[in-house]
């Protein structure tokens, strides 16, 4: 690619596009609150350095509302199953919006119970998962967030793409800061591919396949392809696991049938699945935080090098772009200024 047709990209404060990012989800027809809570998601992934799961999905979020597949109003219908399970039927509402009232809904409920599950079916996609775990964590609670997506992880062995990528966060208080895991069944997101292609980025070697079922690096190829299981067949059956457990207790679609996080015209169909755990006392966090330092401590096979815990290379990279600015495509951030002034794009 020569330097003519390079993309080009443009940085921009947080604030900026906290304000730009509003504006566009209210002149979509979302309440302000609502959207606060959208963009706080879509922005979380850019801090953290996961741009595949940031605002790059904001128009195609707003073609959904238009085309009727997602609702800008609904919150989500809970009903409780027993003391601890919570099933909640989101109406197509925003992800983030149904998954937030739903961990408010949780939290009441640990006061009384210790544990409490929501299972989340009919809802859009909710983002970063690790947004949810963190926020989690910092008031206290174990978290564990589960989540299936359209099918797009091929079988360890398999050609073509059967499994979602099935990502799990886990989330647990200790002391100052969390331990906050994040991590996809799948080598890479389906989105850091859309994120490649649109970036004329080449992927490494092994993530993925072609819609023919034969290795590729190219992205856009890879687009109409299948991503590969991380860890062989050991992430391969993790992810699976994830998908049936997913499925059994949202009753949510299952592998080809799974469809609305990457188009703009489906019903999503997908499950989520947040688990919320109180601690018997705040005194087992201290114990973890020196754990998780004692970890960090540990001599480095590499001279130079230092050894991390989960969580600690996204936080000095949230540190970094919170300071300098969060940097998009130039072409997205022109679709995100004119959306947000309500023209058409």
């Given at each position: 690619?020569d330097?003519?047709?390079?993309?080009q990209?443009?940085?921009?404060?947080?604030?900026?596009l906290q304000?730009?990012?509003?504006?566009?989800?209210?002149?979509?027809?979302?309440?302000?609150?609502?959207?606060?809570?959208?963009?706080?998601?879509?922005l979380?992934?850019?801090?953290?350095?996961?741009?595949?799961?940031?605002?790059?999905?904001?128009?195609?979020?707003?073609?959904?509302?238009?085309?009727?597949?997602?609702?800008?109003?609904?919150?989500?219908?809970?009903?409780?199953?027993g003391?601890?399970?919570l099933h909640?039927?989101?109406?197509?509402?925003?992800?983030?919006?149904?998954?937030?009232?739903?961990?408010?809904?949780?939290s009441?409920?640990?006061e009384?119970?210790?544990?409490a599950?929501?299972?989340?079916?009919?809802?859009?996609?909710?983002?970063?998962?690790?947004?949810?775990?963190?926020?989690?964590?910092?008031?206290?609670q174990?978290?564990?967030?589960?989540?299936?997506?359209?099918a797009?992880?091929?079988?360890?062995?398999?050609?073509?793409?059967?499994?979602?990528?099935?990502p799990?966060?886990?989330?647990?208080?200790?002391?100052?800061?969390?331990?906050?895991?994040?991590?996809?069944?799948?080598?890479?997101?389906?989105?850091?591919?859309?994120?490649?292609?649109?970036?004329g980025?080449?992927?490494?070697?092994?993530?993925?396949?072609?819609?023919?079922?034969?290795?590729?690096t190219?992205?856009?190829?890879?687009?109409?392809?299948?991503?590969?299981?991380?860890?062989?067949?050991?992430?391969?059956?993790?992810?699976?696991?994830?998908?049936?457990?997913?499925?059994?207790?949202?009753?949510?679609?299952?592998?080809?049938?799974?469809?609305?996080?990457?188009?703009?015209?489906?019903?999503?169909?997908?499950?989520?699945?947040?688990?919320?755990?109180?601690?018997?006392s705040?005194?087992?966090?201290?114990?973890?935080?020196?754990?998780l330092?004692?970890?960090r401590s540990?001599?480095?096979?590499?001279?130079?090098?230092?050894?991390?815990?989960?969580?600690?290379?996204?936080?000095?990279r949230?540190?970094?772009?919170?300071?300098?600015g969060?940097?998009?495509?130039?072409?997205l951030?022109?679709?995100?200024?004119?959306?947000?002034?309500?023209?058409?794009?």
């Open positions: 690619m330097a003519s047709s390079a993309p990209f443009e940085t921009l404060p947080l604030t900026d304000e730009i990012g509003t504006a566009v989800l209210i002149n979509a027809g979302v309440k302000r609150a609502a959207a606060e809570i959208q963009i706080g998601a879509l979380a992934a850019e801090l953290k350095g996961h741009a595949s799961h940031g605002l790059l999905r904001l128009p195609r979020l707003v073609r959904r509302i238009r085309n009727g597949v997602a609702n800008p109003n609904s919150t989500g219908k809970h009903q409780w199953i003391q601890s399970l909640v039927d989101g109406g197509h509402g925003l992800g983030p919006v149904v998954a937030q009232h739903a961990i408010d809904a949780l009441d409920r640990l009384t119970t210790g544990i599950l929501a299972a989340i079916s009919k809802s859009n996609h909710i983002g970063m998962l690790a947004y949810y775990a963190e926020r989690m964590a910092q008031n206290g174990i978290a564990i967030v589960l989540s299936t997506s359209e797009l992880v091929h079988p360890y062995g398999g050609r073509f793409a059967m499994l979602g990528t099935n799990i966060a886990i989330g647990v208080p200790a002391g100052e800061r969390p331990f906050v895991l994040d991590m996809a069944t799948s080598k890479v997101s389906m989105g850091k591919i859309h994120h490649y292609s649109d970036t980025q080449e992927l490494d070697a092994g993530w993925a396949l072609d819609g023919k079922g034969e290795p590729t190219d992205a856009t190829a890879a687009k109409a392809g299948a991503i590969a299981p991380f860890g062989g067949p050991k992430g391969y059956a993790l992810g699976l696991a994830f998908e049936v457990l997913v499925g059994a207790l949202t009753q949510c679609a299952l592998g080809t049938e799974v469809v609305g996080t990457l188009d703009s015209d489906k019903l999503c169909n997908k499950g989520d699945l947040i688990f919320a755990i109180k601690p018997r705040g005194a087992a966090s201290h114990a973890i935080e020196g754990y330092d004692a970890v540990t001599p480095a096979i590499q001279p130079g090098d230092t050894v991390a815990v989960p969580g600690d290379r996204s936080a000095a949230e540190a970094a772009i919170r300071e300098n969060i940097t998009l495509p130039a072409q951030a022109a679709e995100l200024r004119a959306l947000s002034a309500g023209r058409d794009v």
